[in-house]
């Protein structure tokens, strides 16, 4: 029997909608201005679109989000997927808005705070639900636990056409962009966080682009003292450092290279890591818009 849980998402009644793919025909205005980060929809009626699912500028408003487990855990069928209100299946990618204003992003938890388990939203998968990372059809695990919750803000995407003239000239790696949040508190699989920004690492993997946004959540307790990279440096010293050697160190056990990290091996203060976000979630516009190749990526 499938495991259901209630979370309460970052979602706000009053903020401006978000673009993404709806699940039912929705008639749109002319034009639309679209609250995913600055980027504008466009009518239906001007987009020609070869998806049973049509575009629309639209994202989930009951503060109250289902997280619902199916298949055993630690197991190839294990998969955490994301119901809204109604009971009904929603993308945590795609679905759940990026941005709550006032520099306040939504982020949700794949990878729990000191565990190994190797959680990802399976982007190729209806609902994009979060699953086992798999190798030679075995689950993945981390050597050793990542001490920092990890996973995803979602209606991003870094997107493997582009080259980035201030990372190398790097392509970016196909997926959403990864948050490490700092916070004391250890999260669960699919938790939806308040969070703010306060860094960037542009790491390099076997030479994509896979950038690191590193940030808070609003109900930490030190959240009030931290607003950019330098305050992370002086409230939880050593922990970029720590950030970057775990992400640099981690593949090494398994008789691979060292990852590398752009701009200068520095962290990026909050004003870059904000255009980052600003950037990749321009791109996912484009992708749901079927504007660039979706590849194998599932668009709902």
Known sequence: MAATRVITAATA???????????RAFALPVKKSCGGFGALCFSRR??????????????????????????????????VFFLDGSGKKVSPWHDIP?????????FIVEIPKESKAKMEVATDEDFTPIKQ????????????????????????????????SEVEGCFGDND??????IGETQRKIGDVLKIKPLAALAMID??????????????????????DVEDVEKH???????????????????G?????????????????????????NESWTKLVKRSVDAGDLSLF
């Not at 959403?176 to 949040?181: I, M, S």
């Not at 076997?206 to 607003?227: F, M, Q, R, T, Y």
Request: proline share 8%; aromatic share 12%.
């Open 98 to 106: 990026l941005t709550l204003g006032d520099g306040v992003f939504n």
């Open 46 to 79: 001007a987009l020609v679109l070869k998806s049973k699912r049509p575009f629309s500028c639209s994202a989930i408003y009951n503060p109250q989000v289902k997280v619902q487990e199916e298949g055993p855990p630690d197991s190839l069928d294990y998969r």
């Open 176 to 181: 959403p962009v990864d948050v490490v949040e």
């Open 133 to 164: 990372d798999t190798k030679k059809s075995k689950l993945r695990y981390y050597p050793y636990n990542i001490n920092w919750n990890y996973g995803l803000l979602p209606q991003t995407w870094e997107d493997p056409s582009h080259a980035n």
């Open 256 to 280: 691979k290279p060292a990852n590398r990290f752009g701009l200068g091996d520095k962290p990026a203060n909050k004003e870059y890591a904000l255009k980052i976000i600003h950037e990749t």
């Open 236 to 254: 939880f010293p050593g922990t970029l450092t720590a950030i970057r050697d775990w992400f640099r160190d981690y593949k090494i056990p398994d």
């Open 206 to 227: 076997e030479g994509e682009l896979d950038w690191k946004i590193v940030a808070i959540s609003l109900d930490d307790p030190k959240a009030h003292l931290v607003n």
């Open 13 to 23: 009644v009053t903020q401006t909608t978000s673009c993404f793919l709806a699940k």
